[in-house]
């Protein structure tokens, strides 16, 4: 903490469940809000930065990562900063031939596909996260300048990030992006123990690098399995919930909170909050498609119910955070999830439909008080876009959103 601050951050507030930092129920100084992808194509300034240097590069500058970080926050007055990286940066670090295509997304030399491909990918080492530690320390450093220079009593926290397993697998194994990802679905099922392999090191590659990111000074993070909801419940449980885990549980120690995001997961929004929820008492090592992670969850609870010792309760990510999109209402998703194992309601994170910010004032003022409304139901709540910023918004609308959302009265979460 830094000397002279009296108030907590209001986004840490709502991921702490509406609590102040003893754990009392509290309303925050002002009800927070950040956008998935705010820094990027809409800010003109950012265009003007990263002219002539291609995306993964602008990732590994530490200076222009941290400034371009920095330029959202300044500008909109965002709650939070989001690390400016990719999740295909652990694939760049590791050596892989992998660039990201303007207008297309990351793209890499050659796919993976068979075992020995997989058994092919480098390891990372620590060391190689060298100028993302840089980046964030850079960061959170220009983040107190800011609350200093505003005269405010919060730092604006950094939200450290990285892609889930599986959506860093989808990526790989396709070789580019794909609507139904056709490829990684099959190797799961056709070819299971290249799956396991693969998604066991993507697992090692995001969790370092959101670990590196947390030591440097995040304070908070954010899983991406953005397209997780392409899945069913089954295949989720299955192949995908134990290698989410086994990336968490490289952060879940920290003490931080972790957000778990990915679209159209409906299906699968419980499981999505158990493996954070559980991601301390996953294996690391070895990870394995289990039968069904839910019911190894039930047993960890019920041992822990009758007292035994198989798991401690204080053994659970104390955070657990979810992202919605914007195809489910807050509501709905604060109802179907219900008290987690903590007892209380989960605090969300969402939900503002991007289409939104192309609609007249009107349409979109009415459109976020109903965002408002129904994110009261949660246990606490963070105000996001249901996905990222499209590059063609105009960001004077984004900061307009964030003055409304200001405006509003807070209260503590719901338990
Ligand atoms: O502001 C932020 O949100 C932080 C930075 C951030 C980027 N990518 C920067 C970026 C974050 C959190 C990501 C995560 C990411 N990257 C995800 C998960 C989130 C999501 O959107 O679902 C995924 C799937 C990727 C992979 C990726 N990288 C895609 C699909 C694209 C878009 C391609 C395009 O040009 O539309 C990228 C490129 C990318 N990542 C850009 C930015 C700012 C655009 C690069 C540019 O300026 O040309």
């Known amino acids: 903490l830094v000397t002279g601050l009296t108030t907590e951050a209001p986004l840490l507030n709502q991921y702490r469940g509406g609590r102040d930092a003893a754990g009392n129920p509290a309303a925050p100084a002002r009800q927070p809000v950040w956008f ?9 300034e950012y265009r ?33 900063a989001i690390f400016f ?17 303007p207008g297309v997304g990351p793209v890499l030399g050659s796919p993976v596909r068979t075992l020995e491909d997989v058994r092919a990918l480098p ?8 100028p993302i530690v840089e980046a964030v320390e850079l960061t959170t450093s220009g983040l107190k300048d800011m609350a ?5 009593d919060w730092v604006t926290p950094l939200i450290g990030f990285a892609g889930a397993p599986f959506t860093l697998a989808a990526y790989m194994v396709e070789g580019k992006p794909s609507k139904e990802h056709l490829a990684v679905r099959t190797m799961m099922k056709a070819n299971t123990e290249t799956w396991n392999e693969l998604a ?3 697992a090692r590659a995001s969790g370092a690098f959101m670990r590196a990111q947390v030591m440097a000074g995040a304070s908070a993070a954010q899983l991406f399995d953005s397209w997780a909801g392409s899945l069913s419940r089954a295949d989720y449980l299955e192949y995908v919930a134990p290698f989410s885990q086994a990336a968490l549980s490289h952060v879940a120690d920290l003490g931080v909170p972790v957000i778990h995001f990915g679209t159209g997961t409906s299906q699968i929004l419980d499981v999505m909050r158990a493996v954070v929820e559980f991601a301390r008492i996953a294996p690391q090592e070895p990870v394995e498609s289990g ?13 822990k119910e009758e007292g035994r010792t198989a798991h401690d309760p204080a053994s659970l990510t104390t955070y657990p955070v979810l992202g919605v999109d914007y195809r489910m209402n807050l509501r709905e998703a604060a109802d179907q999830l219900g008290a987690g194992t903590n007892g209380r309601r989960t605090p969300l994170q969402g939900n503002i439909d991007p289409a939104m910010l192309f609609a007249d004032a009107e349409t979109l003022h009415q459109h976020v008080q109903a965002v408002l409304a129904d ?15 499209p590059p063609e918004t105009n960001p004077e609308v984004l900061t307009r959103v964030v003055e409304q959302i200001h405006s509003v009265e807070t209260h503590p979460g719901q338990d």
């Not at 998935?36 to 003109?44: C, I, K, V």
């Not at 994110?375 to 910023?389: C, D, T």
């Open 85 to 101: 990286s990719d999740i295909v940066i652990p694939l760049r670090l590791a050596g892989v031939d992998v660039e990201i295509k």
């Open 375 to 389: 994110g009261a139901s949660a246990g606490g709540h963070v105000v996001n876009l249901g996905h990222g910023v």
């Open 200 to 202: 066991a090191w993507a």
């Open 123 to 130: 390891e990372l080492d620590e060391a190689a996260f060298a």
């Open 36 to 44: 998935m992808r705010q820094a990027g194509r809409s800010l003109p």
């Open 148 to 152: 200093a220079e505003a005269d405010r």
């Open 48 to 80: 003007k930065l990263r002219e002539g240097t291609t995306m993964l590069d602008s990732c590994l500058n530490p200076e222009m990562a941290s400034e371009i970080t920095l330029q959202p926050v300044r500008r909109h007055d965002v709650d939070a």
């Open 291 to 303: 039968p069904s992670v839910l019911q190894a969850m039930g047993e960890a609870l019920a041992a």
